[in-house]
């Protein structure tokens, strides 16, 4: 079982910056088998991918950039030139799959608003 919790979200002006972190815990894994992503969702839209492995939303290509830290279960989200648009909940997930073993979880989120 994985745990996942967030952290780092927060007030920001348009075009500044905030790292977002995700700490894994728990037992059953082994963290660097985990691919691990980050999502997002505003009211009243779908939850969306915003970036795993080398993947990422068109629309955070440049400013956005996921990376990872094995040693400490982490997993952190990079956001520059925010926008009010990047407004949302933003969500860790961490996902494993084998032909009997199934991992995805989910954090509960951390909220990013950004103003104008």
């Known amino acids: 079982q994985v745990q996942l919790v967030e952290s780092g979200g927060g007030l920001v002006q348009s075009g500044g910056s905030l790292r977002l972190s995700c700490v894994a815990s728990?037992?059953?894994?082994?963290?660097?088998?985990?691919?691990m992503s980050w999502y997002r969702q505003a009211p009243g839209k779908e939850r969306e991918l915003v970036a795993s492995?080398?993947n990422y939303a068109d629309s955070v290509k440049g400013r956005f950039t996921i990376s990872r830290d094995n040693a400490k279960n982490t997993v952190y989200l990079q956001m520059n030139s925010l926008k009010p648009e990047d407004t949302a909940v933003y969500y860790c997930?961490?996902?494993?799959?084998?032909?009997?073993?199934?991992?995805?979880?989910w954090g509960r989120g951390t909220q990013v608003t950004v103003s104008s």
């Open positions: 492995n080398t």
């Open positions: 997930n961490a996902h494993f799959r084998s032909s009997f073993v199934t991992i995805n979880a």
């Open positions: 728990g037992s059953g894994f082994t963290f660097t088998y985990l691919t």
